[in-house]
């Protein structure tokens, strides 16, 4: 019953990944939620597996989102804003 509404939660987490394309911070957050639903259906799923597992997916979690924060920031620097569509394609 539960994955479901999981499974719903991850399409509409898809669906806003895929609309937000002008605001980098917004599509970070829903790349959080997104990973935070896989982690909350891999602990309905496989309730017999360790701690350790987790806190291995959780470390890759927060590995992700400090190095999409750090690439905000430049992006920040660089161009003033998180928009995409105010970044210049140069090189």
């Known amino acids: 019953m ?6 719903i939660l991850m ?3 898809l669906i806003n990944i895929l609309s937000f394309k002008k605001s980098f911070l917004m599509f970070l957050i829903s ?3 997104f990973t935070l639903i896989n982690l909350m259906m891999i602990m ?9 597992m ?4 959780m470390m890759i979690a927060v590995c992700e989102v400090v190095i999409g ?4 920031i430049s992006m920040y620097k660089y161009s003033g804003s998180d928009m995409f569509m105010k970044m210049n394609m140069k090189c």
């Open 31 to 33: 790349l959080e939620f």
């Open 11 to 13: 399409i509409l987490c």
């Open 54 to 57: 987790f806190m291995y997916y």
């Open 69 to 72: 924060i750090s690439v905000m």
């Open 2 to 7: 539960f994955k479901g509404y999981f499974f």
């Open 44 to 52: 309905l799923i496989n309730i017999e597996l360790n701690e350790i």
